[in-house]
């Protein structure tokens, strides 16, 4: 797909068929999370990749959206702490060096027609005890990925002279 038809195409998915996915295409999805390009390339991340059957109730605690565990798969990503690149004013990039990695993971899921959400509202400490982290991992973000059940909604952005500045404040 050409990208910006990709980018336009992706959408937060919130009901998903119970269709499997496809060792194949998680292995891809998987492979653009990795490419992604990090603070000093240190990569300080760990994704969890989580099968959700059998497993609903205790990822409900997680996050009490019924269709956050429709999903077949769920990955988690994770900060390993004192693993990325920090700032000289001691600003860590961890949290943007995983934004990076899950926005190629969602772009890339939607290239191969699979549904993903971007989950940030959860219980931290439901998901650590979960998935029993420990203590120097940090869960960032959760996806849920598979096949879309829902249709995507119009998409309401700020128009582009709104966004953007040019040469200073």
């Given at each position: 797909m050409e990208f910006s038809e990709l980018i336009k195409e992706r959408y937060s998915v919130r009901a998903y068929a119970p269709d499997p996915v496809e060792?194949?295409?998680l292995e891809k999805v998987l492979?653009?999370?990795r490419l992604a390009p990090t603070a000093a390339n240190r990569q300080p991340f760990q994704l969890l990749v989580i099968h959700t059957e059998g497993r609903?109730?205790?990822?409900?605690?997680?996050y009490q959206r019924a269709w956050f565990v429709e999903a077949p798969l769920m990955i988690c990503a994770c900060a390993l702490e004192g693993r990325?690149?920090?700032r000289r004013d001691g600003?860590?990039?961890?949290?943007?060096?995983?934004g990076i990695a899950m926005?190629?993971?969602?772009?890339?899921?939607t290239n191969k027609g699979l549904g993903s959400c971007w989950v940030a509202d959860f219980d931290p400490e439901a998901a650590r005890r979960v998935l029993g982290l420990?203590?120097?991992?940090?869960p960032i973000v959760f996806i849920p990925l598979g096949y879309p059940a829902d249709e995507p909604g119009a998409k309401k952005r700020k128009p582009l002279d709104e966004l953007v500045r040019h040469e200073g404040w």
């Open positions: 060792d194949e295409k492979e653009a999370a609903e109730e205790e990822l409900y605690e997680i990325g690149w920090t600003k860590s990039y961890v949290d943007v060096d995983v926005d190629h993971l969602v772009l890339a899921a420990p203590e120097k991992v940090e």
